[in-house]
Structures are given as structure tokens and as C-alpha cells.
């Protein structure tokens, strides 16, 4: 029995160490998915943010036409990088709504004037309160929503080349 205790400190190193192993070379998964994906969007209307484009609210995505809705801040850097995505897929025919968050009026020309407009309707969200309804944690996310006011799917992070497809085949499942 004496001998076997002798080993003990050593097992439990080698557990500690295989726990911490484990954890390293597979770290959790770390992105915040919407609850919302599936369901009929939240109840919300906000104001327009920019002169000459309308604000947004939950009925104007129930015309039958799908779209897409994306979360955004003059500040965010992936915005940025995903501005020449949206563009792009303005010009495949893909209706693009945005809901800015915590911006201001000022801002947001300047950032849609130095990156491109895609959106039909900019929504003034200063608050998050309609980030937060649809399950959105961050910038820039973007929600298909199907011409039913459903969302469909949810698309976390900047849109690359390479999410283009995703996204266009969620839009034809959503007609």
C-alpha cells in the first residue's frame, strides 16, 4: 500500500498536466450565437441616422423580400474591412439594411463617404438596446432575415470573400 502512495504526486502532475494539455491545443469556443436565430425579430423601431435614408424597424422586414441586417459602428475596424463585402453584395442584388451602434450622425457620413454606402435604411441604435434584442455581443454581425421578419441566420464577425456564398444561399433559402 506504502509503495503505491509513492506515486501519487506523480499521477496527479500527469493529470494536471493532461488537463491543461487539453485545454490548450482546444480552446473553447468563444463566439456569442443569437438565441434570435429561428425566431421573428424582436419589436424595435429606430431612428434614421442619416439625413435622407429612413431608420429602421422590425415590420418594414416582413415585405416578403429577404435582406440583410448589419450591425455596425463608424469605430469598428472589421467594419472597415468588411464595407467592400456589402458593397459587393449591393451589387449582386442583395437588399443591405444597417443598424449602427453607438455612433453618431457626423460619424457615420464620415465613415460611409471614405467606405462605400450599401445600406437602403441606417438605423440610429445609441443605446444597443436593438443589438442586444437580436442576440448581437459585437460589431460588425450581420443577420439574414427572411421576407417573413425571421432571422435565419446569423453571421458573426466581418464578412470575407469567403462567406460571400453562405450568406447568398441563406438569402435563396430565405425567399
Given at each position: 500500500?506504502?509503495?503505491?502512495?509513492?506515486?501519487?504526486?506523480?499521477?496527479?502532475?500527469?493529470?494536471?498536466?493532461?488537463?491543461?494539455?487539453?485545454?490548450?491545443?482546444?480552446?473553447?469556443?468563444?463566439?456569442?450565437?443569437?438565441?434570435?436565430?429561428?425566431?421573428?425579430?424582436?419589436?424595435?423601431?429606430?431612428?434614421?441616422?442619416?439625413?435622407?435614408?429612413?431608420?429602421?424597424?422590425?415590420?418594414?422586414?416582413?415585405?416578403?423580400?429577404?435582406?440583410?441586417?448589419?450591425?455596425?459602428?463608424?469605430?469598428?475596424?472589421?467594419?472597415?474591412?468588411?464595407?467592400?463585402?456589402?458593397?459587393?453584395?449591393?451589387?449582386?442584388?442583395?437588399?443591405v439594411d444597417g443598424l449602427a451602434i453607438r455612433d453618431t450622425s457626423i460619424a457615420i457620413r464620415a465613415f460611409l463617404a471614405r467606405?462605400?454606402?450599401?445600406?437602403?435604411?441606417?438605423?440610429?441604435?445609441?443605446?444597443?438596446?436593438?443589438?442586444?434584442?437580436?442576440?448581437?455581443?459585437?460589431?460588425?454581425?450581420?443577420?439574414?432575415?427572411?421576407?417573413?421578419g425571421r432571422i435565419v441566420l446569423q453571421h458573426v464577425g466581418d464578412?470575407?470573400?469567403?462567406?460571400?456564398?453562405?450568406?447568398?444561399?441563406?438569402?435563396?433559402?430565405?425567399?
Amino acid at each position: 500500500m506504502k509503495r503505491g502512495l509513492i506515486w501519487l504526486p506523480l499521477g496527479m502532475f500527469a493529470l494536471i498536466f493532461a488537463v491543461v494539455a487539453i485545454g490548450l491545443t482546444r480552446p473553447a469556443e468563444r463566439t456569442v450565437r443569437s438565441a434570435m436565430v429561428g425566431k421573428t425579430l424582436p419589436a424595435f423601431t429606430v431612428g434614421a441616422i442619416v439625413p435622407g435614408k429612413p431608420g429602421l424597424s422590425n415590420t418594414m422586414f416582413a415585405d416578403g423580400k429577404p435582406r440583410l441586417l448589419n450591425v455596425f459602428a463608424s469605430w469598428c475596424i472589421p467594419c472597415i474591412a468588411e464595407a467592400p463585402m456589402l458593397l459587393r453584395l449591393k451589387k449582386m442584388g442583395v437588399a443591405v439594411d444597417g443598424l449602427a451602434i453607438r455612433d453618431t450622425s457626423i460619424a457615420i457620413r464620415a465613415f460611409l463617404a471614405r467606405n462605400g454606402d450599401p445600406y437602403e435604411r441606417i438605423g440610429d441604435d445609441r443605446q444597443s438596446a436593438v443589438q442586444l434584442a437580436l442576440g448581437s455581443s459585437g460589431v460588425p454581425e450581420t443577420f439574414v432575415i427572411d421576407g417573413k421578419g425571421r432571422i435565419v441566420l446569423q453571421h458573426v464577425g466581418d464578412i470575407r470573400a469567403d462567406d460571400i456564398p453562405e450568406i447568398l444561399a441563406a438569402l435563396e433559402k430565405a425567399k
